[in-house]
């Protein structure tokens, strides 16, 4: 019998793996790689990028990891909020000034005007309801940043706004993979005081990309780690706990005294048949939203514009952002190497479009928008590859806050890990994957405890 079975290979499962791996555990991954919606892959100095591309520093989760696992993180270098809209791109200035330095029409300015100092009101009411209380613990800080403007979309929020002023405010509310009248209004302002206080959260880069975080944790769990094991059902007996998968066609399962169960709402919801009816329609109730992303890989020979950006928003465009990956390179270099590695992001109603057509038209798509965004890059491409993610990232829709309680109480031997679980997305997996394998580790140590007082054989010590 294992001391823990983790189900699921991104991040938050593979946090969960590192915690726990001087214990007698197994990591099961439906995929052939870990890492989920985390992807990258090295090409020469540079990374192909897909998911996940900026993460918390400062005293994160997100950061303990990296610190423990070994991997380098420097902050992101140069700018990391651009625009590009009808013609003009900006990438140097305050972000709150960009929409007053972008053409268009009075009436479209004034809309703009007027909802974005709405929206400033309310970043200053965010910054304090964030700000965390002495005393408190993580579970009631996350509580309360669910509950705030969580009664009405942030669609009902703004209002109706000019066509211009309303593409200014998407790219920053669709981030999550929700439109504006999926997204509760507490969560777009959120996104707001992120993009608005840059350098205050998610602010580094992994060196050598994402994936090297993720493949190290890999590489270090070793045999641990079962790929393409696809898990069909999870059920507690009194002791244990019994997961039935399949692996290369055939049937298998492993006994455990713990699972950590850091797979999507979806799966979660699907699998693990006999957790209280309560969280399991609670996760019945978390929502999805898709989004396409694409990588490029480029071979020019001089210094560009984009260089010193990381992040250029594109409204009106296929996608909702461009993003700079070779910044980080480019950055922190005296003389300017060869080529650029650029990621695409379309989310919500933007991926839904795209997701109709195959992946040559997808490239073809972006690349037509990307020669407006950066006029040349396109003829400069030797590499483009589109991943698709239809369920691509939980979002915080109106009414979400009053699952919470339940999601995060623990019952029985399954133990709940996942970014639907909070609102900070990589650092809530990593946080809630080591959460839960924290959890595990103390209810063995109990256990064994309670053992050896009653006399009884003792369970094996981890390795």
Known sequence: MKDVVIVGGGIAGLAAGWRLRHWDTLLLESEGRVGGRIRSE???????????????????????????????????????????MNGRLLLKGRVETYPLRIPMATSARVGMVRAGAKVAVHVARYARIV?????????????????FMNDRSFQDFIGELPEDAEALFKPTVTRSSADMDQLAAGAGVGYFSLVWNIGGGLSQSIVGGPSTLTESIAAALSDRVRLGAVVDEVVQKKDSVVVRYRQDGVAQEVEARYVVLATPATVSHRIAVDLDKDVREALSKIVYGPYVS??????????????????????????????????????????????????????????????????????????????????????????????????????????????????????GRVLLAGDYLGTLYTETAIQTGLSAAQEARSLLATERQTTVRHGLTPVPAAS
């Open 42 to 84: 090295r090409r020469g100095p540079y990374w192909l990028n897909w998911g996940g591309h900026v993460y918390a520093g400062g005293n994160s989760a997100t950061s303990w990891l990296l610190d423990s696992t070994g991997v380098d993180s420097v902050p992101v270098p140069g700018s990391l909020a651009g625009l590009s």
């Open 131 to 147: 700000q965390r209380r002495k005393g408190e613990t993580a579970a009631q800080h996350q509580q309360r940043i669910y509950d």
């Open 294 to 411: 694409a990588a490029f890989l480029s071979d020019e020979t001089g210094r560009q514009v984009w260089d010193d950006a990381y992040g250029i928003a594109t409204p009106k465009r296929s996608f909702n952002i461009a993003l700079n990956m070779s910044n980080v390179v480019h950055g922190y270099e005296r003389e300017r190497r060869p080529g650029s590695s650029l990621m695409v992001f379309s989310p919500g109603s933007l991926a839904r479009e795209l997701l109709e057509h195959d992946d040559e038209e997808i490239r073809r798509i972006y690349l037509d928008d990307l020669d407006q965004v950066l006029p040349g890059f396109p003829a400069h491409v030797v590499e483009a590859e589109v991943q698709r993610w239809p369920t691509g990232a939980p979002y915080c829709f109106p009414g979400r806050g009053r699952l919470q309680p339940t999601l995060t109480r623990r019952s």
